[in-house]
Each structure stands twice: as structure tokens, then as C-alpha cells.
T-cell receptor
Framework: SQQGEEDPQALSIQEGENATMNCSYK?????LQWYRQNSGRGLVHLIL?????REKHSGRLRVTLDTSKKSSSLLITASRAADTASYFC??????????????FGKGTKLSVIP | KAGVTQTPRYLIKTRGQQVTLSCSPI?????VSWYQQTPGQGLQFLFE???????NKGNFPGRFSGRQFSNSRSEMNVSTLELGDSALYLC????????????FGPGTRLTVT
């Protein structure tokens, strides 16, 4: 089953607006990551936030993490048409016997209209 | 550095056949993970190899197997293909073992007819 679940499933905004995507997860984590995928291509790592961090910035990206609510959000400010993509959160769930694997949510499809 | 490369990029196979996909990680990366992406199930972890050993395995049947060579290149094999195996297969490499920052290849689009 998916560890992370993104919300909303799809988001359409005008260029220049901010886009916020949310991710909820079920079990405790060591870190949470966000990735971007342009249509049918490989994923690109955006940012990793550790469980002891509350907020992290990278360029126009801002990620927050609330471990008490088991949730994270990704904010893209001043969006551009090139930001059109699917965005996934990924968590390091324990797959048993002390091993961890990266588990992805189903993603938020962001469309930025020029 | 060159990115992760995957070959072939597209593949069409018939049900019952087998297929081998190849992945070359970023130079210096010793961990290679494989994922299957479908519209219905999303991205699912298949397995991870590090230093030629399988370190972690997802919940897939034994028809899915892999290996890693001494130069860190990895292959994934699917035997007795089923229609449901049609998917985008993504390979990702990382400097260290485990669920850390992954660098993905462009994927192999497998269609089973």
C-alpha cells in the first residue's frame, strides 16, 4: 500500500501564482522527499527533509514537515509554465527486518497555465 | 557527470516471453534501485542492489529478478510476461544504500501484448 498520499490529485493555476501540494503518511519516518516527474519521464529529486526538521527551502520551493500530524507540504512560489509536472512525496517506510525502502504516493498533477 | 541511462527506452513483448532491462548508474554510485510505474498502482519499489548484493526487495512475484555487476551496472529480468507487466520501469542510483536521494533514469516503457 502507498505510504504517502498527495492532495490534491490535480491542481491547475495561472502562471505567477503559488502552488501548494500536501502529503500525508501513515508510519514514522526518518526523512521525506519530494520529486518531480515530467510526463512519462524519470523523476527528479527536489528536496529531502529530515524528521527533525520543520521547514526547508530550495529556490522557489518551500517544504514543511509536521511529524505530529504525519504530513508535509510543498509550496512552489511564483509558478512558471515549466513547473507543469507531477509531484510525488516519498517516505522511507520500514519494510521489515530493519530495512527501509522509498515509498511513493500517487502524486499531484500540477498544470501551470501561461 | 553523465546521468543514469536505461536501455532500451521502449520495448514491446508478447505475453509469456521474458525481458531484460539494463541500467547504468551515475559514475561512483553503488546503489541501484528499480521501480515499476503504472497508472493504477503508481510507483512501486521492486528491489535495490548495492555492491552486487540485493539489499531490499518489494512485494513482487519471483518472476521479477535482478542483478548488479562489479561496475554497478544493473539488469532487471521479468520472465513469463503478463499483460499487467506493461509499465514504465524506472531505475535510480544513489551514492549510498537505502532510501536517500535517488537519481532516476528516463525509464523503459514496456508494453506486453
Amino acid at each position: 500500500s502507498q505510504q504517502g498520499e498527495e492532495d490534491p490529485q490535480a491542481l491547475s493555476i495561472q502562471e505567477g501564482e503559488n502552488a501548494t501540494m500536501n502529503c500525508s503518511y501513515k508510519t514514522s519516518i526518518n526523512n521525506l522527499q519530494w520529486y518531480r516527474q515530467n510526463s512519462g519521464r524519470g523523476l527528479v529529486h527536489l528536496i529531502l527533509i529530515r524528521s527533525n526538521e520543520r521547514e526547508k527551502h530550495s529556490g522557489r520551493l518551500r517544504v514543511t514537515l509536521d511529524t505530529s500530524k504525519k504530513s508535509s507540504s510543498l509550496l512552489i512560489t511564483a509558478s512558471r509554465a515549466a513547473d507543469t509536472a507531477s509531484y510525488f512525496c516519498a517516505t522511507d517506510g520500514n519494510s521489515g527486518a530493519g530495512s527501509y525502502q522509498l515509498t511513493f504516493g500517487k502524486g499531484t498533477k500540477l498544470s501551470v497555465i501561461p | 557527470k553523465a546521468g543514469v541511462t536505461q536501455t532500451p527506452r521502449y520495448l514491446i513483448k508478447t505475453r509469456g516471453q521474458q525481458v531484460t532491462l539494463s541500467c547504468s548508474p551515475i559514475s561512483g554510485h553503488r546503489s541501484v534501485s528499480w521501480y515499476q510505474q503504472t497508472p493504477g498502482q503508481g510507483l512501486q519499489f521492486l528491489f535495490e542492489y548495492f555492491s552486487e548484493t540485493q539489499r531490499n526487495k518489494g512485494n513482487f512475484p519471483g518472476r521479477f529478478s535482478g542483478r548488479q555487476f562489479s561496475n554497478s551496472r544493473s539488469e532487471m529480468n521479468v520472465s513469463t510476461l503478463e499483460l499487467g507487466d506493461s509499465a514504465l520501469y524506472l531505475c535510480a542510483s544513489s551514492y549510498r544504500q537505502g532510501p536517500y536521494e535517488q537519481y532516476f533514469g528516463p525509464g523503459t516503457r514496456l508494453t506486453v501484448t
